[in-house]
């Protein structure tokens, strides 16, 4: 199946917040006509281990936040909306692989054979925050 690649549905910027949490907060909200499922690779408390999840799923119009144990500003997302458009690769992405059902794994040490290996857009948040917005989309 042929997958359209989306270079702009995610503008993935940063916001400066003043914040008091330890954990990397991801502010999404997606603007796309389609629902749309992200996964993300961040770096744990520990400072030395790079962990993977997904999916956190959002409707049309959905906002959501996505708490992360990291205090680390820098992260990774991928997307795919519903019609086979994605959201992936770029500048400093990172090839990672996906499982289609709830997944977390320390990157590097998943022991199942992976669905599919993809591209996560690079990501950097500010004092811990990032606000992400997916879409709109091409129909």
Known sequence: MLRKI??????VGSMVVASSAQALVLEC???AHVPISVAVSYLDYDGKTWM????????SGARANI????????F???GEFEGDQRVQGGEGSLDLPVYY??????????????DEKV???RGVAA???AEITFGPISQ
């Open 127 to 129: 004092n811990g925050v």
């Open 67 to 74: 708490q992360l144990d990291s205090s680390n500003d820098i």
């Open 119 to 121: 591209s996560f857009v």
């Open 76 to 78: 990774y997302i991928y």
């Open 52 to 59: 993977v999840e997904g999916w956190y799923n959002l409707e």
């Open 101 to 114: 059902r709830t997944f977390k794994y320390v990157h590097g040490q998943a022991n199942m054979k992976a």
């Open 6 to 11: 989306v270079t702009a549905a995610a503008l």
């Open 29 to 31: 909200k997606n603007v």
